[in-house]
C-alpha cells in the first residue's frame, strides 16, 4: 500500500505518542517533532508507509537513547493478554468451531496496537471480534490451502498479539514458522518477546531482518524472501504487514482489523472491519 | 494560552484538511505538509497556537494560490444558520431567560468551527448546548457587568456563528462594537461576512487588525487595542480567541465550547464542556 496524504499528519502523531513514551523530557520530545517535520518533505509517497514508520521510531530512539522505547509496555500488554487465557480456552472449548474462533482471538489481539491512535481494552476487543460479521471471510479458502499444505509461515505482529497468535498456531495443528522483527519497532514482536511467550516451544522462529513495523519484502534477509516466496499459505497478521505486502502476488491470507481509515480505504471495507482475505484470490 | 506539544500534530492535520479545501491538486497539498513540517522547528512553543496557525495559514494560501479557501464554506456555514433562526425565534420566545437562551446559542454556534478535527451538525449542536450544564458559569457576573456599562466590545469567531451572536446583540440591547479579522482566515468572520449578515445593522463594526484564527493583543491595530483596554465589559467568542487573550487582565467574558483538549486541559474543564467565564474574576 502506498502513503496517503493522511499518513502525514498521522506520523506526526506517532512520533508525539512515542515521544512521550520515550522520554519524560519536553524538549526533547519537541526535538523529535522538529525532526520529524523536517522529514515530511523526503517521504516517497510510493513507499509503503512502514519504511517512512521506521525511520521515525529510528529518528525517536535516536534522540531519545531509548533503543527500545515500548518494553515495558511489551511485557505489560502480554502479561494481560497471558492471564486472559483461561478464559480463552473456555470459549474455545465450549466453540463449535475452534479454528475460526481462534481466529478471531488472533484478529481480536490485533486490537493491541499502539502505533495508532487508539484506546483499546483487551477484553472489550475480545467481544467484539467473537461476534463481529467479517467483512471479508475467505474462511473456506483458508482452509482448503491449510490442507493442502505441511508447513506455515505466520507474520507476527505485535508483541501481546502474539499470546493469541499461540492458541492459533495450535489449532493449526501443523509446522509453522513464526516470524519476528529484526529489532525492536514500537510493540512488535522480536525474538525476546517470542521466547518470553514461549512461541519457540511451538514454532520454529526466524526474522524476517525488518526494522520497520511491517514487512517490507525488499529490506527483508534472504532466509525470510526464499521462505516467503516459496510458502504455500502464509498468514499475515496486523496493519503493518499488510501496508507492506498487499499486491503481492503470493498466498497471503491477511487477518487483521482495520483499524486505521486510510488501510480500511485501501481494503475496501468499512473502518473498524475484520478481515480474513486471501490476498492471492485477489490478485489473480 | 502558550503552545503545547499536542498543537503540533494537530496544526499538521489542519494543514492536510485545509490544504484539501483550498486545492484538488495532490502535489500542491504535499507541497504544503512539507512547509508546514519544516515550519516545526521555528514554532515557539511559549507563543500562543493562533500565531503560528496564522503562519500556517498564510502558507497554505500562499502554496495553492488561494486568498480565501473558506469562501464557500462560509457562505453555507451562513445561510445554514439563517435558515434556523425561525426556530430559534420560538425557542427564545418560549424561554424563562432570553438572555441566556441567546448566550446559548451563541456558543452552539461556536461548534461551527472547521479549523478543529471534528464532525459537526448545527441542529444536534443547538440541542446538546441548550440542555449542557455549564462547567464554569460567571453569569451573575456577566449580567452585572452588563448592568454597569453601555457599550459592550464583542470578539467575533467563525462566520456562521455570527448569525447566532446577532440574537445576542439584540437581547443584550445596548450599544456594542462587533470585532472582525482583518483579512480571512480559516472560517473566521471579516468585514465582508459581518455586512452580508447585516451585522452593521446592530452594531458597529471595527477590524481588531488580525490575520490569525485569533486576537493576539500585540498583533491588533491601535483602534481595537485602545478599546480593548478601555472596555468595562468584552465578550470573547470561540477558541482561538481565548488562546490570544487568556491570562490578560482585563473584564473577558469568555463564551465558548471546548472542543479542543488542550485549551480544555488549559480551562480545566472537561473536554466538549461549555463555558462562561469571567476572565477578570480568575486573573484578580
Not at 491477511?254 to 473502518?271: G, H, Q, Y
Amino acid at each position: 500500500m502506498k502513503t496517503f496524504l493522511e499518513c502525514i499528519p498521522c506520523f506526526m502523531n506517532q512520533a508525539l505518542k512515542a515521544g512521550r513514551i520515550a522520554s519524560n523530557d519536553e524538549n526533547t520530545i519537541k526535538q523529535i517533532l522538529n525532526e520529524v517535520g523536517k522529514m515530511v518533505e523526503d517521504i516517497p509517497m510510493e513507499n509503503t508507509p512502514p519504511e517512512t514508520g521506521m525511520l521515525i521510531y529510528q529518528k525517536i530512539s535516536e534522540i531519545s537513547g531509548n533503543p527500545d522505547p515500548y518494553k515495558k509496555i511489551k511485557k505489560k500488554n502480554m502479561d494481560e493478554a497471558i492471564s486472559l487465557l483461561p478464559m480463552l480456552e473456555e470459549i474455545i472449548d465450549k466453540s463449535d468451531d475452534r479454528l475460526l474462533t481462534a481466529i478471531r482471538f488472533a484478529i481480536a489481539g490485533n486490537v493491541i496496537d499502539l502505533g495508532v491512535n487508539r484506546e483499546f481494552d483487551i477484553k472489550t476487543a475480545l467481544n467484539e471480534v467473537l461476534t463481529q460479521d467479517f467483512a471479508i471471510f475467505d474462511y473456506d479458502d483458508f482452509k482448503q490451502k491449510l490442507a493442502e499444505t505441511d508447513e506455515i509461515l505466520y507474520l507476527g505482529d505485535n508483541s501481546g498479539e502474539a499470546v493469541f497468535d499461540k492458541i492459533l498456531i495450535r489449532e493449526i495443528g501443523k509446522p509453522v514458522t513464526f516470524v519476528v522483527k529484526e529489532k525492536p519497532i514500537i510493540n512488535d514482536i522480536t525474538i525476546n518477546e517470542a521466547k518470553y511467550l514461549g512461541i519457540d516451544k511451538i514454532a520454529k522462529i526466524i526474522s524476517s531482518g525488518m526494522e520497520a513495523p511491517g514487512t517490507i519484502i525488499n529490506m527483508c534477509n534472504d532466509e525470510f524472501v526464499k521462505k516467503f516466496y516459496s510458502s504455500k499459505i502464509i498468514i499475515s497478521k496486523g496493519q503493518g504487514n499488510y501496508e507492506g505486502l498487499s499486491g503481492i502476488n503470493v498466498p497471503i491470507f491477511f487477518m487483521l482489523r482495520a483499524k486505521c481509515p486510510v488501510i480500511a480505504k485501501d481494503i475496501n471495507v468499512p473502518i473498524d472491519s475484520i478481515i480474513l482475505e486471501n490476498n492471492y484470490k485477489k490478485e489473480n
